[in-house]
């Protein structure tokens, strides 16, 4: 159901970001330092290729554009770099851009047509950066009110334009990213009809109790529906097509850090319990299916009398389950991050993930739908 790889160790140490190519024969990492590492992976094994090392502080987001095969960094020391392949020597060459923010930038993403990408940042504002043929370099326009606090999650929405994007103010909000000199006007959406740049389309709280930091926020493929996870253990799903409905689930679970759509209904959300939880949005409820993370079940020990009261003496207990310290799941520690490897978010059919443990994992929802028994609908 899932293959597991350490790629950080020697020490181990935590992955902070990854993303994968088009033909997913190379991904590129940053093992929670200034570096970016980009491995071959061929046959189940990963092979260190090249390492990127222009950023002088912790790189917090990497995505790579599928078509133009360009790779976005951005990182602590308040920088985004592009970087693209020399085709001769086979290098990576980066290209400066021009972000404008006083605060370190916490996660970029590339615009579903690879034009344009967005960053977000402490400074309390999203940068949409675009390229300026005529200065030859990458450039930027803010999106600042009513950010209140450091922006720590976006989404493109599917025509271009919208963006979602997650705080750390207890709120997940819709802006326009609609660029004059890149986009063609866009069509009416459910989330609005006039999209100006910077406009607000919609803003969501989280929970009733006072909420949490919004860790992460998805679209789905048709750009209907929008999910975003909470620091108070909240799931909400707002349905864009029925008059923007908000359906809420606060789970008792830890924690979620990250969360994406694998069908039109059900989604993914990983966090601080170390197992990916398959969600569904069906109505008006947001329903727990299961994790995706199921360990065998061990076979039962016979202990002898001495032993338990030798237990009994020790650890003050003779119950094996409560002596048990191995942690059961395939990450040893939180997971920080989801990405679909193979398929869509119409019909994602392997995840990947990465942890605090400096593991990635490859998940087959095809063999997990089998063993579990879950509809993945």
Same mark, same amino acid.
């Given at each position: $159901?899932?293959?597991? =790889? ?6 181990? *140490? ?39 090392? #222009? ?11 599928? &078509?133009?095969?360009?790779?976005? &960094? ?18 990576? *060459? ?22 344009? =990408? ?12 675009? =390229? ?38 207890? &709120? ?21 009809? @006039?999209?100006?740049?910077?406009? $607000? $389309?919609? #803003? ?14 998805? =679209? ?20 864009? %097509? ?10 008792? $679970? ?60 020790? @650890?003050?207990?003779?119950?094996? @389950?409560?002596? #048990?310290? %191995? ?9 920080? #991050? ?6 869509? @978010?119409? %019909? ?10 400096? *593991? ?18």
């Amino acid at each position: $159901m899932a293959s597991k =790889f350490q790629l950080v160790q020697n020490p181990i *140490k935590p992955v902070g970001c990854h993303s994968w190519n088009k033909d997913r024969s190379k991904i590129a990492i940053s093992p929670n330092d200034h570096v970016v590492e980009i491995y071959n992976y061929r046959d189940g094994q990963f092979t260190l290729e090249a390492t990127l090392n #222009e950023h002088g502080q912790r790189v917090t987001g990497i995505d790579w554009a599928p &078509t133009t095969n360009q790779l976005v &960094t951005c990182a602590e020391d308040r920088n985004a770099y592009v970087w693209t392949i020399d085709a001769k020597t086979g290098t990576w *060459k980066p290209t400066l851009v021009i972000l404008r923010i006083n605060r370190a930038a916490t996660c970029v993403k590339w615009s579903p047509n690879e034009d344009k =990408f967005a960053v977000g940042s402490g400074s309390r504002l999203i940068s949409i950066c675009y =390229f300026d043929e005529e200065n030859d370099w990458w450039v930027s326009k803010h999106i600042k009110k009513p950010i209140r606090s450091t922006v720590l999650s976006i989404d493109w929405h599917p025509n271009n334009v919208l963006i979602a994007a997650g705080s750390s103010d207890f &709120t997940c909000r819709v802006f326009s990213g609609y660029v004059k000199t890149v986009d063609p006007k866009p069509p009416a959406t459910c989330w609005g009809k @006039k999209m100006p740049f910077g406009n $607000m $389309m919609a #803003e969501f709280a989280t929970g009733s109790g006072g909420g949490g930091w919004v860790h992460d926020v998805s =679209f789905t493929d048709d750009g209907e529906k929008l999910v975003f996870v909470a620091h108070d253990s909240s799931v909400t799903v707002v349905d864009g %097509a029925n008059e923007m409905a908000v359906s809420r689930s606060a789970v008792p $679970m830890l924690p979620f850090r990250c969360v994406s759509w694998v069908t039109q209904n059900s989604f993914v959300a990983c966090g601080h319990d170390n197992v990916p939880m398959l969600f569904e949005h069906k109505g008006a409820d947001v329903k727990f299916i299961g994790p995706l993370d199921i360990p065998p079940a061990k076979k039962e020990v016979k202990v002898s009398a001495m032993d338990k009261f030798r237990n009994l003496d020790s @650890k003050g207990t003779a119950d094996s @389950k409560k002596m #048990e310290t %191995a942690i059961q799941s395939t990450h040893q520690n939180s997971i920080s #991050e989801i990405s679909i490897h193979t398929g869509s @978010k119409a %019909a994602a059919a392997v995840l990947t993930t990465i942890g605090v443990d400096g *593991k990635i994992v490859i998940w087959d929802l095809a063999k997990i739908k089998a063993s579990t028994g879950y509809a993945i609908a």
